[in-house]
């Protein structure tokens, strides 16, 4: 999550340093000020970056501009919307459920985007695409894929 910016999320079936240190490497620019906690995992994704982490066994939460509540928030909303509205989600499409949570939640009012942008902007997501009833990915035919 870029402060003031938009929420990237990745479906990583192995949570460890090294996966997320290279979606980290591709994602963040060089040069960039990581905030991250204390946890070993972010900890090593973060490494070839400036970061500056706070201490949650410690009861830091905050540190002046350094604290972590943002992209908690977001997981928060995230693993609300699951269990709350889906219930359960299938590996297999995981990555369309973060892609769906990261649009919305890099689209909300709270950043300034109402109704009217977020529609268009969601509308642009599908353009040149296709609904078909084509096999998916994960083989289970009959269900609707976008290509």
């Known amino acids: 999550m870029e402060r003031g910016g938009d929420v990237r999320a990745y479906h990583v079936p192995t949570v460890n340093g090294v996966n997320l240190a290279a979606i980290v490497d591709k994602q963040v620019a060089r040069g960039s000020l990581i905030y991250s906690d204390e946890n070993h995992t972010t900890r090593h994704a973060a490494s070839a970056f400036r970061s500056e982490r706070v201490n949650h066994k410690d009861g830091e939460y905050v540190r002046g501009s350094v604290y972590t509540n943002t992209i908690e928030g977001f997981f ?3 693993k ?6 889906y219930h359960s989600v299938s590996e297999a499409h995981l990555q369309r459920y973060l892609n769906e949570f990261s649009f919305r939640y890099s689209n909300r009012s709270a950043v300034g985007v109402e109704d009217i942008e977020r529609a268009d902007r969601a509308l642009l997501g599908v353009k040149g695409k296709r609904l078909t009833y084509a ?13």
């Open 76 to 78: 928060a909303i995230l």
């Open 80 to 85: 609300r919307g699951v269990v709350g509205t």
């Open 135 to 147: 096999t998916p990915r994960n083989g289970r035919p009959g269900a609707a894929s976008l290509i």
